[in-house]
């Protein structure tokens, strides 16, 4: 994905807008082929459904889903077509002969929400892929970032928990030291820069609204602290990433990120400002610390491999076609 110019005080990617968004030309001529072309090719051993729906016309020995997280469900205020999508989703649950969670924690939420037995479903973590390293962009971020700083990553919708972050910021008085650097999630909203404003850190905060994989890991790669304030997760990649390019992870003790990250995290309990405050500080003076999260993580990430992913995942076809 092409990177465009740097301006000001943050980084501002401009793109050519389109009211389409990205993927949905080719997922719905995926589907519509697929409708098309399945009713017609006879019977399988295996139909899995990644997300929300089975094709009512493929007929199969065995249904499968895969349940990542229950996000719809404890955030529907979030979400227009809420019910839509939970409908879809009881019905998936109902017809599957198998479930693959992602984590434990969404194993438990499926249970919560769904009431489904646990030996309908099988726990199989997600593989990892390391991001690529490149030198042009490492040179880019370098042109942006004027200090040293702590890293937020990806959407921040509400349960994502960004201004708990940015109130702990300015709380600690951590910006007089750092900026803080966003990646993803878009340009920042009026709200986000009155929010800004009123801390009275708008010259520490650096918005990435869009990049490239290669930015982002250099963006990993150079902060001093990734810190993943999320109140629900059901899998948690950033992490991973952030492991991935030796950096250390502060992230919030909830949901499926203890699972996940193990013992190569740092930690603050969730819903708690104060918390985050007194985390955010101990992990930036104590090097120490930060320096074991980066040699555990290292461990850690070599866990999550796609091998091993699809070799669990093979054994629990396997396993249900002989039942």
């Not at 030796?246 to 013992?263: G, K, N």
């Amino acid at each position: 994905m092409p990177l465009a110019s740097v301006t000001s005080s943050s980084i501002r990617v401009r793109s050519i807008r389109s009211s389409i968004p990205p993927g949905v030309l080719r997922y719905a001529a995926n589907e519509a082929l697929s409708i098309a072309c399945k009713t017609f090719s006879g019977r399988f051993d295996i139909y899995h459904s990644t997300l929300y729906r089975f094709i009512p016309t493929v007929t199969a020995r065995r249904r499968f889903a895969t349940h990542h997280d229950c996000v719809h469900e404890r955030f529907p205020q979030l979400f227009r077509d809420v019910k839509r999508i939970l409908r879809a989703k009881r019905k998936l649950f109902e017809k599957a002969d198998g479930i693959i969670c992602v984590s434990e924690s969404s194993r438990r939420d499926l249970e919560e929400f769904y009431g489904i037995a646990r030996d309908r479903t099988r726990v199989i973590h997600h593989g990892f892929s390391p991001l690529p390293c490149c030198a042009s962009a490492e040179e880019q971020l370098r042109t942006a970032t004027r200090r040293e700083y702590i890293l937020f990553v990806g959407s921040r919708a509400a349960y994502k928990n960004f201004p708990t972050l940015l109130r702990a910021f300015r709380a600690t008085e951590v910006f007089k030291s750092y900026d803080l650097v966003t990646v993803g999630g878009g340009p920042f909203t009026e709200a986000e820069q009155t929010l800004f404003r009123e801390l009275e850190v708008e010259e520490a905060v650096v918005g990435i609204p869009k990049a490239s994989d290669a930015l982002l890991s250099a963006a990993y790669g150079g902060a001093t602290l990734f810190v993943y304030p999320s109140l629900y997760e059901g899998f948690g990649f950033p992490p991973l990433e952030a492991m991935s390019r030796d950096c250390p992870v502060l992230v919030t003790r909830s949901s499926s990120l203890p699972e996940i990250c193990m013992d190569a995290a740092l930690y603050f309990e969730q819903g708690c400002e104060e918390s985050l405050s007194r985390e955010l500080l101990r992990s930036l003076s104590d090097t120490e610390a930060r320096e074991a999260a980066i040699n555990r993580g290292k461990e850690i990430v070599k866990l999550y491999s796609w091998r091993r992913c699809a070799e669990q995942t093979l054994d629990y076809y396997r396993e249900c076609l002989r039942n």
